[in-house]
């Protein structure tokens, strides 16, 4: 595809259960970000990856948080022992390069967290 | 800490031009201006961004004001695809992330 893709789209877990949401950026897109977008609120940053290495994870809320991406492509943002606080939709980005502020992001639909 | 100010909502008739107006008084040399539009249920979807010239691409113009304090995103004729939230955002040249406001839910009326 085209896009930025992820998956699964909508996932609804039970207070204390693990998650796993995966993230297929654009081919060849060397930067990914995660971000997590509240109810009512704009998205808000979460860690950033440049290829394999994660060089940003200060906006990840708890140690429960955990995202990796071990062959610089798909990404996975590990959500353990989840708690209700933890509902949200969860955005993914990726673009070409890394830190220029003239890159653009393109970001995926989205995966909605619901933790009941 | 926001370094953006934008109206909360605002309602545009269809087929007319949409001025969203956009608020960055402490905007520094390096950042650019950035403009992301997120419609329901779906990601953020980039627009258009600039410096200090005015910037015009097939989705908007963008109208950066001599002393960059104030910008304003141009849709030419709106249609009701166009109902969405619009961030404006401010980044540094060397900045990776997007900081997100509240934006402006802008809602197009047949």
């Known amino acids: 595809g085209a896009g930025v893709s992820q998956s699964p789209r909508y996932k609804v877990a039970k207070r204390g259960q693990d998650v796993a949401l995966r993230c297929d950026p654009i081919?060849?897109?060397?930067?990914l970000f995660w971000y997590q977008q509240a109810l009512g609120q704009g998205p808000e940053f979460l860690t950033y990856?440049?290829?394999?290495?994660?060089?940003?994870k200060s906006g990840l809320p708890s140690d429960r948080f955990f995202a990796e991406r071990p062959e610089g492509s798909v990404s996975t943002l590990k959500i353990q022992r989840t708690q209700q606080e933890d509902s949200a939709v969860y955005l993914c980005?990726?673009?070409?390069?890394?830190?220029?502020?003239?890159?653009?992001?393109?970001f995926g639909a989205g995966t909605r967290l619901s933790v009941l | 800490d926001a370094k953006t100010t934008q109206p909360p909502s605002m309602d545009c008739a269809e087929g007319r031009a949409a001025n969203l107006p956009c608020n960055h008084s402490?905007?520094?040399?390096?950042?650019?201006v950035y403009w992301y539009r997120q419609i329901h249920s779906q990601g953020p979807q980039y627009i258009i961004h600039?410096?200090?010239n005015n910037e015009t691409n097939e989705m908007a113009s963008l109208i950066i004001t001599e002393d960059r304090k104030s910008s304003t995103l141009i849709l030419p004729h709106a249609t009701l695809r166009d109902t969405a939230v619009y961030y404006c955002?401010?980044?540094?040249?060397?900045?990776?992330?997007?900081?997100f406001g509240a934006g402006t839910t802008v809602t197009v009326r047949a």
């Open positions: 402490t905007i520094s040399g390096n950042e650019y």
């Open positions: 600039g410096l200090k």
């Open positions: 980005a990726s673009s070409r390069a890394g830190t220029s502020g003239r890159t653009i992001q393109y």
């Open positions: 081919s060849g897109h060397v930067s």
């Open positions: 955002i401010v980044r540094l040249t060397n900045d990776y992330k997007l900081s």
């Open positions: 990856f440049q290829n394999e290495a994660q060089l940003d």
